[in-house]
């Protein structure tokens, strides 16, 4: 049941082999277990690859079934077509297309497995991407909010210079009139009187003013800190809005060119043996001698191509001698003077009718 099932995946004929020996049938049956486990590596590959696109495994199961269907078909095919010949040169020749196709079937087969191999490295190279990314993607918006939130911020270092210089003077007359007061400076008297006075009512006069623009600028200072931390918490949405982006930077193109960055000698190992994998049965079969299974498939083509090759040169006679024969009937026909006189005859009538049709043309158009 087993060898039955194998060789049919090696697209030997079944019948042909039944005729032969248990050797050929064991061989055709290795040929066919190639394919057939070739077919589920394919399968495989193509399903890790699909889910990590999808992120569904009912859809990768089905879409990878449909690949490995594929790929057991075409190296199927692939192998049924190579044919036993007597020249070597020849028997190279037919293979060498089938071989570049194997070629590229494995690179396909071969990748997927690879990006799950190498899955950690991959993730560890994926994640150091996305934290550049993250750097880039937060310099490159803070490009639209840093200058606005430094212009907010002069404007409140400039209003609170204004308190401070209008601090600054309201202090500096107070220092005035108290030590106008205490005679230490200016007039020099001891005591409150005009001079002191008049110095006492400029510094509530500026202490009024100073706690007006305390209260103004307070008020504007409050004002411009709630642009700001608007303008922050913009700033962190639109940094929170855009991570899922670059955290869903993990498909199946981030991988492959994160897979590139890793070091080649391994993968090319990994191509390596899904390569032999592939071309195994071509291979087997080009360095396998010429057995029973092939002579007795020659034996069947031949067959054929000389029944077709008869029948062709049958009709080919057949119309040669045809041509012959009409030649020679037609070269006795044109010497018989009843004929003649026959065909003039026809001839004769057939001119007067058209004589006649063109006349009654003519007279219809005057």
């Not at 697209?11 to 061989?27: H, P």
């Not at 010949?85 to 497995?113: F, G, H, Y």
């Not at 029948?311 to 018989?336: C, F, G, P």
């Amino acid at each position: 049941m087993l060898q039955r099932f194998f060789i049919f995946c090696s697209g030997a004929g079944t019948q042909i082999l039944a005729d032969c020996s248990n050797g050929e049938r064991n061989k055709y049956a290795g040929i066919g277990a190639t394919v057939f486990f070739t077919a589920v590596m394919a399968f495989i590959a193509s399903g890790y690859a699909l889910y990590t696109v999808f992120d569904n495994i009912y859809t990768s199961i089905f879409f990878g079934f449909i690949w490995g269907l594929l790929i057991f078909n075409l190296d199927r095919y692939i192998v049924s077509t190579i044919k036993k010949r007597d020249n070597v040169k020849s028997e190279l020749l037919q293979a060498t297309p089938r071989i570049l196709l194997a070629i590229i079937i494995a690179v396909v087969i071969s990748k997927p497995l690879e990006l799950k191999i190498f899955e950690k490295e991959i993730n560890q190279v994926l994640l150091e991407e996305k934290n550049g990314m993250t750097l880039a993607n937060q310099e490159q918006l803070a490009l639209q909010y840093t200058p606005k939130i430094e212009s907010l911020n002069q404007e409140i270092a400039q209003l609170k210079n204004e308190v401070a210089a209008k601090e600054a003077e309201t202090n500096a007359l107070y220092d005035i009139y108290i030590t106008e007061a205490e005679g230490t400076a200016g007039t020099g008297l001891l005591g409150k009187g005009p001079v002191y006075k008049e110095k006492r009512e400029k510094h509530d006069a500026y202490l009024a003013e100073l706690s007006t623009l305390k209260e103004t600028n307070g008020a504007k200072i409050e004002e411009i800190e709630a642009q700001i931390t608007a303008l922050e918490t913009d700033y962190a949405t639109a940094v929170n809005n855009s991570q899922p982006v670059i955290d869903g930077f993990d498909g199946l193109m981030a991988r492959i060119n994160a897979l590139g960055k890793l070091p080649w000698l391994p993968s090319f190992f990994i191509f390596l043996l899904f390569l032999a994998i592939e071309t195994a049965p071509m291979i087997a079969k080009l360095l396998a001698p010429k057995g029973e299974y092939d002579y007795r498939f020659e034996e069947q083509e031949t067959v054929v191509s000389t029944w077709v090759a008869q029948k062709v040169a049958q009709r080919k006679l057949l119309m040669s001698t045809d041509v012959d024969i009409n030649h020679e009937v037609y070269s006795a026909i044109k010497t018989e003077e009843e004929l003649f006189r026959y065909k003039k005859k026809m001839a004769e009538e057939l001119l007067k009718k058209q004589a006649d049709a063109f006349h009654k043309v003519q007279m219809k158009g005057l």
